[in-house]
């Protein structure tokens, strides 16, 4: 048997690949999010602040992850972040998904339909994060802003995530998201689920074998709480 190591995979086809896993890494964050709220036991973060603002403005929570992506996509003008392709098709796709599987899957009855809803919400939330953070087309608008601040500011991602996170889900709880042992939940897990699916969803970079992520992507924002 050859020692020669494989030859790298053909730049279309590694594209075509990144183009998938960003698609399918979008959809199933919409997903799962919609998910999260049929089971009705406490939503993320930011779930929580497009929830509240649904009840608000009677707009779904779709459109409202959109108009506030959009809003997020705004504040990286003065931190100066960059946006990448992956980024705007964020702020569009995570929420048209969204509605569309709230538009299909009914809300969760009795305690094992919500807990079963809650739970593949959150393990498919890691696996479309692993995804689309994977494909290298760019940080999502919340990620952006996390991390722009954080070179900004000088603070820790750490201390930046949770200050953020606070504010949204406070704010986000006070005008009607639900908060819950499933923002619990998801707060404890989603760190090591995303950090386990980008291993397993990495794309090896141009010219090597290597699987890292490239540098400059968002995943300590997401990893390190």
Request: aromatic fraction near 4%; proline fraction near 6%; glycine fraction near 14%.
């Amino acid at each position: 048997m050859s020692n020669l190591p494989s030859p790298a995979r053909p730049p279309a086809r590694r594209l075509t690949r990144r183009v998938a896993q960003l698609s399918a890494g979008l959809a199933l964050y919409g997903a799962s999010v919609a998910l999260l709220v049929r089971g009705g036991l406490g939503l993320e973060p930011w779930g929580v602040l497009h929830q509240g603002l649904s009840e608000l403005t009677g707009l779904t929570m779709g459109v409202v992850s959109i108009v506030v992506g959009a809003v997020v996509l705004l504040l990286w003008i003065p931190i100066r972040q960059r946006p990448g392709p992956g980024t705007v098709a964020n702020v569009f796709v995570v929420g048209i998904a969204m509605d569309a599987t709230l538009a299909l899957v009914p809300d969760g009855h009795g305690l094992t339909v919500r807990t079963s809803l809650l739970i593949t919400g959150i393990v498919l939330n890691g696996a479309a994060t692993g995804l689309y953070i994977a494909a290298r087309f760019g940080p999502g608008p919340r990620d952006g802003l996390m991390t722009g601040l954080h070179r900004l500011t000088g603070r820790s991602v750490r201390l930046v995530r949770t200050a953020i996170e606070v504010a949204v889900v406070a704010t986000g709880f006070a005008l009607g998201g639900t908060v819950g042992i499933g923002t619990i939940a998801y707060a404890l897990s989603i760190g090591p689920l995303a950090q386990l699916f980008l291993r397993v969803f990495a794309i090896p970079s141009a010219g090597t074998g290597s699987t890292a992520v490239a540098a400059g992507t968002p995943a300590r924002a997401i990893l390190r709480r």
